[in-house]
């Protein structure tokens, strides 16, 4: 209880700042729950003593939740430099004896010989390695396994998992230990179609702000779900799929046509299974589809190339066996399986480096809880075990998930104007033996490892 | 009728007993192999550089750093390479098919026998997606690995200690039995609610528990006074515990459920070892002062059950920082990878990352040999076998691992793997 009281505050607090002037380009519209919380903002604002100078304006709502945890509950410095890092950005080579400037929450310079700004938080990092926040495309964080699948409805793409996000999950805080600031979590895969994931920071207490992309992707999961009802073959699920997404397409000609004739009469009945397939037929979202075999990735490209839209290969197991028709199509693959957890032939394990070599944009995933959150970064690490260059790994954990969740505009790499989530390590982002020691957050200690019990 | 399918994977399977399982006993002849002039890391000393290893006859026979190679030797360059004793996987059930992993109709079963249901040949995951070969498991340099016969049932029974290669499946037994294998938590009350009998709560868990030991002590004590008292497979293998001839492992990560694990070895006296542990560092200093060992689930993922999501009530979550806390405390631990059976997908598992796991304890004060003779030495010394195996040292058999960097890089590959002395796998060149 006393958990959540001190939550309320902070977010109330949080409302508040918000409303100051922020440079933040993306304020959403103030929603029914802001506009609740700003009510209370004034009462909070005499309850909770925060030190603020004038003009030192909040550039980011920091809250990490508290559940026994070491965790400080730190707000973002206007103005920080952290000096001597080899720094990979995952936009360019890495640059030794770097500098990082990060001004309100976001990075302003990377570079070599920078000049500090008076009045910034200087970090001396000599000898560590930077990287940025990585970034999970598949995972089932903060999601109860119970509420992952609606296996009743073979395809539910009405479905979403803002629905069923629980802030309240421990593994948000482990998932900031290593390093994680940025997921792609959603339902599945107990259904064909289960529904819409978000893109989500791991933290944050404000939901809305934490969201960067509310169109997280419509997760379709190949293979028959049970063999009780249709679909129950491989076959079965292509025809079932084909079905609906030509069903969407009608739907979509209904409501065009009765635009187009000047909305006389009433309109078409609305459908939120159709509405949700149309944004993926119209591309405003797209599919990640969970595929193992060589079969359902070819019934998937094929569906591809009937319905254009814009999809997303997740474990894809057996996808280097198709490597030149995945990347001829321009479609990106979120690879290893299970990599830490369970034995798979090295001809699978070799897969990520076999896409890459092809051109097929790739990126890791835990598929968290099954592997943990935290991890991630080993599942890069056995790609480069199997081959896949350094800079490459990183990229499978950084800028690549952002660029197929659409967010690189925001985060994935070290670049100015992006949102300074960043990890600082002491030694090779990819040893197993190497360990972080700070994590920044919209430019905010989120996590400093010398704070730890030993 | 066998389907063709079926005829195709007996065909594999036979083909890796050839490869795999077919050392010949002739070949463990008196030729010498010497592997010269890597870092040799024995896990009984400190690293050797130049070092050179030599086998014959299955066993090592010296180890050093200025030894003269007898002429005629098979001659293995190691330089700039890292020479260490094959890994110890100190928990796993692999090569125990999901069907016979288990015996689900009864809660307690001591009486079974891991080795009776080990089947290493063919392909993991037959059928499914990815097959594992057993010999590919190999490149992890794992040589000996523990099998338990159950992971949800409140006693399994008695698992065994084998070689993961050898000339038949006789031969690989390191120890059998080697340990008596029990079960506390959420595992045995989901294998029983679904038949909806006991234990439904861990306070039925560890009554029942205390019910079987007690009933095995009566039975002691009967064949003592009358030796015709008629025999109890169940209770001999109970007996064996209660005498200390065998140790007691029992799965256990939550404080409470190791809290009740240690209260039954000293209610009943038998030597235990906690398995999981995921809480153990909350019962370190006691761990440390009654000598109990503790074989770690894997850091990287501690959730050893069979669930695809794991119960968050079961396992606390991941902290790779609980073998420096326990090394600082002083009890003696090994890290294992509790592979098994993974559903549809993996029916196999594989304990090829036993050394990427490992290497995740490192940063929090532990030096590299720590880490490493939590897979080797260590390892053997918790599952009793230490006489034979866990370090290079002259009499020991002569399971040897090459590796062609720090063994702790994820850089690096097992090159070579000998067991008994014999070459059991050699990394293919890409």
Redesign the interface.
């Known amino acids: 209880m006393k958990r959540r009281a001190v939550m309320w505050l902070l977010i109330a607090f949080a409302a508040l700042a918000s409303s100051a002037p922020l440079s933040a380009e993306r304020q959403p519209a103030a929603t029914e729950q802001e506009l609740f919380l700003a009510s209370s903002a004034a009462f909070t604002a005499c309850t909770v003593e925060i030190p603020m100078r004038d003009g030192n304006h909040l550039a980011a709502d920091v809250y990490v939740p508290k559940s026994g945890d070491k965790f400080p509950v730190v707000l973002a410095q206007e103005v920080l430099a952290l000096r001597g890092a080899t720094v990979h950005t995952a936009a360019g080579p890495p640059i030794a004896n770097a500098t990082i400037i990060v001004r309100q929450g976001k990075i302003a310079e990377v570079g070599q010989n920078l000049s500090v700004p008076a009045g910034a938080k200087i970090y001396d990092v000599t000898g560590k390695i930077i990287v940025p926040g990585m970034m999970d495309n598949h995972s089932?964080i903060g999601a109860s396994?119970t509420d992952?699948n609606d296996t009743p409805m073979v395809i539910g793409p009405q479905h979403r998992a803002i629905d069923a996000l629980n802030l309240d999950d421990?593994?948000w805080r482990?998932a900031i230990k290593g390093g994680v600031t940025t997921v792609v979590t959603g339902p599945g895969s107990g259904e064909n179609v289960s529904g819409q994931a978000i893109v989500i920071k791991t933290f944050g207490s404000d939901l809305q702000k934490r969201i960067l992309n509310e169109r997280g992707g419509m997760k379709f999961a190949m293979g028959a779900k049970s063999r009780e009802r249709y679909p129950s073959t491989a076959m079965g699920v292509a025809a079932a799929l084909r079905s609906y997404l030509i069903k969407t397409q009608e739907y979509m000609a209904s409501w065009k046509k009765w635009e187009d004739e000047g909305k006389k009469g009433p309109p078409p009945a609305r459908d939120l299974g159709y509405e949700a397939m149309a944004e993926v037929l119209t591309n405003k979202s797209r599919v990640r589809a969970h595929v193992?075999?060589a079969t359902d990735v070819m019934t998937l490209l094929r569906l591809k190339d009937e319905f254009g839209f814009d999809l997303e290969l997740h474990h894809s197991?057996?996808a280097y066996k198709l490597a030149d028709e995945i990347a001829k199509r321009k479609v990106s693959a979120v690879v290893l399986?299970?990599g830490?957890?369970?034995?798979?032939?090295?001809?699978?394990m070799?897969g990520p480096y076999i896409l890459w070599k092809a051109g097929v944009r790739i990126a890791m995933h835990t598929d968290h809880?099954?592997?943990?959150q935290?991890?991630l970064r080993?599942c890069a690490?056995?790609a480069?075990?199997y081959?896949l260059p350094e800079e490459e790994a990183l990229k499978s954990v950084t800028i690549n998930p952002a660029i197929i969740a659409r967010v690189s505009d925001r985060v994935g790499s070290l670049e100015p104007g992006k949102d300074a989530d960043f990890v600082v390590m002491?030694?090779p982002w990819?040893?197993?033996?190497?360990?972080i020691e700070m994590v920044f957050g919209n430019g905010a200690l989120l996590y400093d490892r010398s704070t730890?019990d030993? | 009728m066998m389907r063709p399918i079926r005829l195709i994977s007996l065909a594999c399977a036979l083909a890796v007993i050839a490869v795999s399982l077919a050392v010949p006993m002739a070949a463990q002849s008196e030729r010498v192999i010497a592997i010269k002039g890597g870092t040799v890391l024995t896990m009984a000393g400190a690293p050797i550089q130049n070092g050179t290893v030599l086998m014959r006859g299955g066993k090592i026979i010296v180890v050093g750093a200025n030894v003269q190679v007898p002429a005629g030797a098979e001659i293995v360059d190691a330089t700039g390479k890292y020479v260490m004793p094959g890994l110890i996987d100190a928990m796993t059930s692999i090569g125990i098919d999901s069907t016979d992993l288990n015996e689900a109709t009864d809660p307690l079963t001591p009486q079974l026998r891991a080795i009776e249901s080990y089947n290493p040949f063919g392909n993991?995951?037959e059928g499914g997606?990815?097959?594992?070969?057993m010999s590919?498991?190999f490149?992890g340099g794992v040589t000996t690995m523990y099998i338990a016969p159950a992971d949800s049932a409140l006693i399994g029974g008695q698992g065994a200690v084998v070689k993961v290669a050898g000339p038949n499946l006789d031969a690989i037994i390191v120890r059998e039995p080697a340990a008596i294998d029990m079960t506390l938590g959420e595992q045995p009350k989901k294998a029983a609610r679904s038949r909806n009998r006991d234990p439904a709560t861990r306070m039925a868990e560890v009554a029942m528990l205390r019910q079987i030991l007690i009933k095995a002590q009566e039975y002691e004590r009967a064949r003592k006074e009358k030796p015709t008292t008629p025999r109890d497979l169940a209770m001999e293998a109970l007996g064996k515990l209660l005498r200390r001839e065998l140790p007691g492992r029992i799965q256990a990560n939550s404080a409470g459920d190791i809290r009740s694990a240690i209260a039954l070895s000293k209610e009943f006296g038998f030597d235990l070892i906690i398995d999981g542990a995921a809480a153990a560092y909350e019962h370190r200093d006691e761990l440390a002062a009654r000598r109990i060992p503790v074989v770690l689930g894997?850091i990287?993922?501690?959730?050893v059950s069979n669930d695809?999501?794991?119960d968050r009530t079961e396992y606390p979550?991941?902290d790779e920082?609980t073998p420096?806390?326990l090394k600082?405390a002083g009890v003696k631990f090994a890290i294992a990878t509790f592979?098994r059976a993974?559903g549809r997908?993996?029916p196999?598992?594989?304990g090829?990352?036993l050394l990427?796991?490992a290497?995740?304890a490192?940063?929090?004060?532990m030096s590299d040999e720590d880490i490493l003779k939590a897979v080797t030495i260590n390892a053997a010394e918790i599952l009793g076998v230490s006489d034979r195996i866990g370090s290079l040292a002259p009499g020991k058999d002569a399971d040897v691992i090459v590796l062609d960097g720090p063994p702790?890089?994820?850089?690096t590959?097992v090159e070579r793997v000998y067991i008994n002395g014999e070459l059991v796998h050699t990394r293919?060149a890409?």
């Open positions: 089932h396994p992952l421990p593994d482990e193992h075999s197991t057996e399986p299970l830490p957890r369970i034995g798979l032939s090295e001809d699978v070799a809880p099954v592997i943990n935290k991890w080993l690490a056995l480069m075990h081959g002491n030694g990819y040893e197993p033996k190497t360990r730890e030993k | 993991f995951g997606i990815g097959p594992i070969r590919e498991s490149s894997q990287t993922h501690p959730f695809e999501i794991p979550p991941v920082r420096a806390k600082a592979s993974f997908l993996a196999g598992g594989t090829k990352w990427v796991d290497a995740t490192g940063g929090y004060g702790l890089s994820i850089k590959w293919k890409k």
